[in-house]
């Protein structure tokens, strides 16, 4: 006898498995119009136009304050949380963060615009990303001398009102990080309009050993 030929038995227990599934298949269809009533019920769909508000979307913005009560990831505690959710201090655009920049926040605020603004603003922050290679409006560059002397609170607000052509991230990025990802732009700005005797001794030789 070969080995490994299942014996009748074995193979009839096989052979049933797909009937049994078919079956199962067969019992939730069965029930499925319940769930198609619910699914087809009278609801607002993200994103959608109601003439009930007066920006006719349906969608509500979280009431003014609303920031996450804790953050698993440890986000930074914040004394002034008007600035930290608004961006404002005194009613303008603030030239300081709610909390201290860090190199840790830094590196977030990159990975951070790395993926949300980047596939737009490129990632030197030039205004030449994909999307706008294939023909969005093309945002300015970081370097533009209004937004160099823009405050910081600028971008933090761009972020989350919106911009013109550009949406708001405010549903996606929490303030926190929105702050993280400003700051990462003020280091794109400085990377690329520093001069060089204000650079680390070493990075200066490294410049003089390019330049030779
Ligand atoms: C879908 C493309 C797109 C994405 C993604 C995008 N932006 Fe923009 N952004 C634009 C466009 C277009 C403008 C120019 C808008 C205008 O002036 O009408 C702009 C403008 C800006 C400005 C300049 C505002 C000013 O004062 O002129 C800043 C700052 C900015 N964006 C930051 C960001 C940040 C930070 C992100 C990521 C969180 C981001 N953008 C993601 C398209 C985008």
Redesign the pocket.
């Known amino acids: 006898m070969l080995p490994n030929i299942p014996t009748t038995r074995a193979w009839n227990a096989k052979a049933r498995r797909p009937i049994r599934l078919a079956a199962a298949f067969a019992a939730l269809l069965a029930v499925a119009p319940g769930c198609t009533d619910m699914y087809d019920q009278a609801k607002y769909e993200p994103y959608e136009a109601s003439p009930l508000f007066a920006n006719g979307a349906a969608s509500r913005p979280l009431v003014q304050g609303t920031v996450p009560h804790e953050d698993p990831r440890g986000l930074p505690k914040v004394e002034d949380r008007d600035l930290l959710v608004t961006g404002l201090k005194d009613g303008l655009p603030s030239k300081v963060t709610p909390f201290p920049i860090d190199r840790e926040a830094l590196e977030r605020g990159r990975n ?2 790395n993926i ?2 980047t ?3 490129g990632i030197a922050g030039d205004g030449r ?1 994909v ?1 706008v290679q294939r023909g ?5 560059a ?1 370097t533009e001398a ?2 160099v002397d ?1 405050p910081i609170g ?2 933090y607000q ?2 989350s009102n919106g ?5 708001s ?1 405010a549903a996606r ?1 929490a303030p926190q990080d ?1 702050w993280k ?2 700051a990462y ?1 003020r280091a794109l700005q400085l990377s690329q309009g520093a001069v060089p005797s204000e650079l680390p001794p070493e990075d200066q030789s490294k410049l003089q050993e390019a330049a030779r």
């Open positions: 951070r615009y949300y603004c596939p737009c603003h990303g999307i969005f409006t093309k945002p300015p970081y209004r937004l823009s600028h971008f761009v972020m911009h013109g052509a550009m949406y991230f990025i929105r990802i400003a732009i």
